[in-house]
């Protein structure tokens, strides 16, 4: 009884820590002044409701706001979005590119699988293309060729928006002007 109250104790103990360690970069984070500023955030719900095929639902219009506001804080921007399979997450992503695209930044998704990123881009595709948002992919199962081409675009800002997979984050890849970066934590 007394070893099980001594693990409870230190497992607490190491939990409290955890916490106290992951509260002290949260306040870090949020001291660290912005590298980006977005001065054009009124006016980008309209335009952007005019690409979506549908009418967006009250809860992704309540996150657009959302991000904007946080958008024109000082501070970085670190937002978890949580929904079912279907209920816009994707809508609300291309949103958050859109703003920081309209404001002359590029904007990166990552997704944890090559066929989640393939989802993704398609859809975004879809969207944004059509309002001239140049988009491309990058995945570890593209060929070196591909690979290079795609670091040779983002380093020149001839993409707006890539997606991919833990290749956005591999040595060799640079951004021109990378101002937002929206991670697909799927099922974690």
Known sequence: DRDREAR????FEELFMLQLQVGKRRQELQAEPRGHFYERLEGQVEPFL???PFAPTGAQGRVFREILEDLG???PMNRLLQGDVGSGKTMVA???A???I???YQAALMAPTEILAEQH???LEELLAPAGIRGGRLQGSMTKKGKLHAYE????HELDLVVGTHALIQEGVEFANLGMVVVDEQHK
């Open 153 to 156: 675009l983002l380093a020149r």
């Open 73 to 75: 804080r000082d501070t």
């Open 94 to 96: 291309a949103f958050a």
């Open 121 to 123: 881009f398609h859809k």
């Open 50 to 52: 005019e690409l979506m």
């Open 8 to 11: 409870r104790r230190l497992a």
């Open 98 to 100: 859109w703003v920081a």
């Open 102 to 104: 309209q404001n002359g």
